[in-house]
């Protein structure tokens, strides 16, 4: 019984840790991280395989 609680305390704070920005800053947002979302990537040409034309 007591791992389930640790457990259980040990995820909320985990969550409550990654998501501070998201929860506690207005207009918050989580980061994109996706490839088609970075600048940096789309100079250098690189860009996802799901925005291929094939598969849309």
């Given amino acids: 019984m007591k791992i389930l609680i640790f457990t259980v305390i ?3 704070l985990a ?3 990654l998501g501070i920005k998201v929860f506690f800053v207005k207009g918050g947002r989580f980061p994109n991280t996706h490839i088609h979302g970075n600048p940096e ?3 250098r040409g ?3 395989a ?3 034309e094939f598969f849309k």
């Fill in 50 to 52: 799901r925005d291929d």
């Fill in 15 to 17: 969550v409550v840790l």
């Fill in 10 to 12: 040990l995820l909320f």
């Fill in 46 to 48: 690189i860009k996802c």
């Fill in 41 to 43: 990537m789309k100079k």
